[in-house]
């Protein structure tokens, strides 16, 4: 039973990670109608900034991190205004490749600031540790799940409850209506891909420690929550959450179970299910239904 | 944990102003042809595998600097042409045909990844000359691609030496593998197996993860579940410092066993000195500044000039450079007979071994076992373990 209860809080915790990455996603798809496969490089440019403010500049934690969101603020503006505005007149699937290629060009503008080598950052917990029924689980794991809830408690409201959210949400759906409606829609992009930075920021801030900080970590993490964001329906922000934990789970308990070789086909097994059985995930809803 | 970044971002634009300097290859050197002797040498500068790239790349340029200081080979300068193969088998074999075209040189240095040397292996046959390389996997010795020199143990002695430290110093009856999945993690990990079984000893697990996976928690408690008295991890560097962070982290406390891979310092500045307490590391040889020898004045020279720590897998391609002089000044400029030279060469002594070259044209044939100094990050020498 200690066993059980320990792979589902490692699965949790892990869940909790691609949830909080899944995010990134959703909240530019809301917004946007389009998926940002730069969120990966997103995350590994916010914990890279924590390096720079923490370990480099020499910043307590806490104001380092706050130093960091800052810079991953002023990042978010420079891509909006340097690769997503120049083409957000043009066809989804041309910001799509965009994002793609900015991608490409952030992992190598990282590789040359910061170089090929792993780093550690620090945890502001260091190694405590929590134990919970036989079952212990460090506490930079105990603090990420309970910043992911956190977070998506904040994106729901956001997007769903908060002026600036329906605005989001009418400029996906229908630009030129919400330009008719005197949304100011590219104030209203430029937010949204300000938020996306700040959210990938803190994932990228709270991996660090659990992960090491390394120039790849991006796209294999940012994989995890694509699948989790399909899973869990990418028009929802609680799917995001339960996307996430569903691949948590599945990878570990396959692993344990099933098998330790084949535990990402299990997961992109279940995504290519949802794909089939439930395109719309658990939570999301059919474009059709939309509006 | 405050590590300078300076001397990574430095080599990094070294690598791009070597890459930018290969385009003006065409032009310069023939030129050169007279005075210079120009080499290429094909590894990852770039992207993750550069990691262990950036060693090969600053300890070739270390040996040429001590070659030009010594005269040169045979009275030319040496100039060490890179190119990059990234994480790429088609842009290594690329690299190797572009670098061979331009250069004509009678040597090459290769990468120390199996699959990109195995994707190169044919074209090395074309080019007809002598290459060293440093990969472990048997692969590339059992197409006898009589051109090609490995200047690092097998992975296969790797098995060897590990199923060694488990079953006669640690005395294991139920011991746990976990590897990376690839032909480097399943083929040490096959060894150690079969090995045990040999002897009559079952493992009590045996899982493996992807390159790219970060939580490794539901091997690792497999492993606890069943008692495993003893955990070998087969690993690359920050992955196999990922397992030794969680194999502290999930409260096992069995002693670990990590392959070489995972005994270099960029993997080791990762972890703290109470992860590495109960941690026993292959290694290729012993390369510490504290030695009072040829191989410790290589060490601190290497960090003082990098900014980093000087590992076995870069110093094998520093001694590799100096067997070229040695062979070219001895054998000449012909590959044939400088590949003759390399197929004869016994209880050759470089700064990371001594070397003698096998039927398969393998040259190292041990690996060293070490561990850490109680609450500290200082390895200590445990002892050589050689096999045939």
Same mark, same amino acid.
């Given at each position: 039973?200690?066993?059980?209860?320990?792979?589902?809080?490692?699965?949790?915790?892990?869940?909790?990670?691609?949830?909080?990455?899944?995010?990134? /996603?959703?909240?530019?798809?809301?917004?946007?109608?389009?998926?940002?496969?730069?969120?990966?490089? /997103?995350?590994?440019?916010?914990?890279?900034?924590?390096?720079?403010?923490?370990?480099?500049?020499?910043?307590?934690?806490?104001?380092?991190?706050?130093?960091?969101?800052?810079?991953?603020?002023?990042?978010?503006?420079?891509?909006?205004?340097?690769?997503?505005?120049?083409?957000?007149?043009?066809?989804?699937?041309?910001?799509?490749?965009?994002?793609?290629?900015?991608?490409?060009?952030?992992?190598?503008?990282?590789?040359?600031?910061?170089?090929?080598?792993?780093?550690?950052?620090?945890?502001?917990?260091?190694?405590?540790?929590?134990?919970?029924?036989?079952?212990?689980?460090?506490?930079?794991?105990?603090?990420?799940?309970?910043?992911?809830?956190?977070?998506?408690?904040?994106?729901?409201?956001?997007?769903?409850?908060?002026?600036?959210?329906?605005?989001?949400?009418?400029?996906?759906?229908?630009?030129?209506?919400?330009?008719?409606?005197?949304?100011?829609?590219?104030?209203?992009?430029?937010?949204?891909?300000?938020?996306?930075?700040?959210?990938?920021?803190?994932?990228?801030?709270?991996?660090?420690?659990?992960?090491?900080?390394?120039?790849?970590?991006?796209?294999?993490?940012?994989?995890?929550?694509?699948?989790?964001?399909?899973?869990?329906?990418?028009?929802?922000?609680?799917?995001?959450?339960?996307?996430?934990?569903?691949?948590?789970?599945?990878?570990?308990?396959?692993?344990?179970?099933?098998?330790?070789?084949?535990?990402?086909?299990?997961?992109?097994?279940?995504?290519?299910?949802?794909?089939?059985?439930?395109?719309?995930?658990? /939570?999301?809803?059919?474009?059709?239904?939309?509006? | 944990?405050?590590?300078?970044?300076?001397?990574?971002?430095?080599?990094?634009?070294?690598?791009?102003?070597?890459?930018?300097?290969?385009?003006?290859?065409?032009? @310069?050197?023939?030129?050169?042809?007279?005075?210079?002797?120009?080499?290429?040498?094909?590894?990852?500068?770039?992207?993750?595998?550069?990691?262990?790239?950036?060693?090969?790349?600053?300890? =070739?340029?270390?040996?040429?600097?001590?070659?030009?200081?010594?005269?040169?080979?045979?009275?030319?300068?040496?100039?060490?042409?890179?190119?990059?193969?990234?994480?790429?088998?088609?842009?290594?074999?690329?690299?190797?045909?572009?670098?061979?075209?331009?250069?004509?040189?009678?040597?090459?240095?290769?990468?120390?990844?199996?699959?990109?040397?195995? &994707?190169?292996?044919?074209?090395?046959?074309?080019?007809?000359?002598?290459?060293?390389?440093?990969?472990?996997?048997?692969?590339?010795?059992?197409?006898?691609?009589?051109?090609?020199?490995?200047?690092?143990?097998?992975?296969?002695?790797?098995?060897?030496?590990?199923?060694?430290?488990?079953?006669?110093?640690?005395?294991?009856?139920?011991?746990?593998? =976990?590897?990376?999945?690839?032909?480097?993690?399943?083929?040490?990990?096959?060894?150690?197996?079969?090995?045990?079984?040999?002897?009559?000893?079952?493992?009590?697990?045996?899982?493996?993860?992807?390159?790219?996976?970060?939580?490794?928690?539901?091997?690792?408690?497999?492993?606890?579940?069943?008692?495993?008295?003893?955990?070998?991890?087969?690993?690359?560097?920050?992955?196999?410092?990922?397992?030794?962070?969680?194999?502290?982290?999930?409260?096992? @406390?069995?002693?670990?066993?990590?392959?070489?891979?995972?005994?270099?310092?960029?993997?080791?500045?990762?972890?703290?000195?109470?992860?590495?307490?109960?941690?026993?590391?292959?290694?290729?040889?012993?390369?510490?500044?504290?030695?009072?020898?040829?191989?410790?004045?290589?060490?601190?020279?290497?960090?003082?000039?990098?900014?980093?720590?000087?590992?076995?897998?870069?110093?094998?391609?520093?001694?590799?450079?100096?067997?070229?002089?040695?062979?070219?000044?001895?054998?000449?400029?012909?590959?044939?007979?400088?590949?003759?030279?390399? &197929?004869?060469?016994?209880?050759?002594?470089?700064?990371?071994?001594?070397? @003698? @070259?096998?039927?398969?044209?393998?040259?190292?044939?041990?690996?060293?076992?070490?561990?850490?100094?109680?609450?500290?990050?200082?390895?200590?020498?445990?002892?050589?373990?050689?096999?045939?």
């Amino acid at each position: 039973m200690g066993h059980v209860l320990q792979l589902a809080v490692n699965g949790l915790a892990l869940g909790s990670v691609y949830g909080l990455v899944a995010l990134g /996603f959703i909240l530019v798809s809301e917004a946007t109608g389009v998926v940002n496969f730069a969120t990966g490089q /997103f995350v590994m440019v916010g914990c890279f900034f924590g390096v720079t403010t923490v370990m480099q500049v020499g910043l307590p934690i806490w104001p380092g991190y706050g130093a960091a969101l800052a810079l991953m603020l002023a990042f978010g503006l420079a891509f909006y205004a340097l690769v997503y505005r120049p083409l957000q007149d043009a066809s989804t699937v041309s910001v799509i490749i965009g994002t793609v290629g900015a991608g490409i060009v952030l992992q190598n503008l990282a590789l040359l600031v910061w170089g090929s080598l792993p780093l550690r950052p620090v945890s502001p917990f260091g190694d405590a540790q929590l134990s919970l029924g036989g079952a212990t689980l460090a506490m930079q794991s105990v603090f990420t799940i309970a910043v992911t809830f956190l977070l998506i408690g904040a994106v729901h409201t956001l997007l769903y409850h908060a002026p600036l959210g329906a605005k989001m949400r009418a400029v996906a759906q229908d630009r030129e209506a919400a330009r008719l409606m005197a949304i100011p829609v590219n104030a209203v992009l430029m937010a949204t891909w300000l938020i996306a930075a700040v959210l990938t920021g803190v994932a990228g801030l709270l991996l660090g420690p659990l992960w090491f900080a390394d120039v790849s970590m991006g796209d294999p993490i940012a994989l995890k929550a694509f699948a989790a964001a399909i899973i869990g329906g990418f028009g929802s922000v609680a799917g995001a959450l339960l996307g996430g934990v569903a691949v948590g789970l599945a990878e570990i308990f396959g692993a344990s179970y099933v098998t330790s070789t084949y535990k990402d086909a299990l997961v992109f097994l279940l995504m290519i299910l949802f794909l089939l059985l439930r395109p719309q995930g658990i /939570f999301g809803e059919r474009i059709s239904q939309r509006g | 944990m405050v590590q300078q970044l300076g001397p990574t971002r430095r080599a990094t634009l070294r690598a791009a102003a070597a890459a930018a300097g290969l385009a003006t290859l065409g032009t @310069t050197s023939r030129a050169e042809a007279e005075d210079t002797l120009q080499i290429g040498c094909v590894v990852p500068l770039t992207g993750p595998l550069s990691t262990s790239g950036q060693q090969y790349h600053f300890s =070739l340029q270390m040996a040429q600097d001590d070659i030009n200081a010594k005269g040169g080979i045979a009275g030319r300068k040496l100039d060490i042409v890179f190119a990059d193969t990234r994480e790429s088998n088609a842009v290594a074999v690329n690299a190797f045909v572009k670098l061979n075209t331009d250069l004509k040189a009678p040597f090459m240095f290769l990468s120390s990844y199996t699959t990109q040397n195995l &994707a190169t292996e044919p074209e090395v046959s074309k080019a007809a000359i002598p290459v060293a390389y440093s990969g472990g996997g048997d692969a590339v010795q059992e197409r006898k691609n009589r051109w090609m020199f490995r200047i690092r143990p097998n992975d296969g002695i790797q098995g060897q030496a590990i199923s060694q430290l488990l079953l006669d110093d640690l005395k294991s009856k139920k011991p746990a593998i =976990l590897y990376i999945q690839n032909d480097f993690g399943q083929g040490v990990a096959n060894t150690v197996e079969k090995l045990c079984r040999a002897a009559g000893v079952d493992p009590v697990g045996f899982e493996s993860y992807g390159l790219n996976d970060k939580d490794m928690s539901a091997q690792l408690l497999g492993f606890k579940s069943r008692s495993a008295d003893v955990v070998v991890t087969v690993s690359y560097g920050s992955d196999g410092a990922l397992i030794v962070k969680q194999v502290k982290q999930l409260g096992i @406390t069995t002693p670990l066993i990590a392959s070489s891979g995972v005994m270099v310092p960029a993997a080791l500045n990762l972890l703290s000195a109470d992860e590495l307490s109960h941690l026993y590391g292959m290694i290729d040889a012993f390369i510490d500044e504290s030695l009072q020898d040829a191989t410790g004045d290589y060490a601190r020279r290497f960090h003082k000039r990098f900014g980093v720590k000087a590992d076995p897998y870069g110093s094998c391609y520093y001694d590799a450079a100096w067997m070229l002089k040695e062979g070219m000044e001895k054998a000449g400029a012909d590959p044939e007979k400088l590949r003759n030279w390399f &197929a004869q060469v016994k209880d050759w002594k470089g700064v990371t071994r001594t070397y @003698t @070259t096998d039927q398969n044209n393998n040259m190292a044939h041990s690996v060293a076992i070490v561990k850490f100094k109680p609450g500290t990050t200082d390895m200590a020498f445990v002892r050589t373990l050689a096999v045939s």
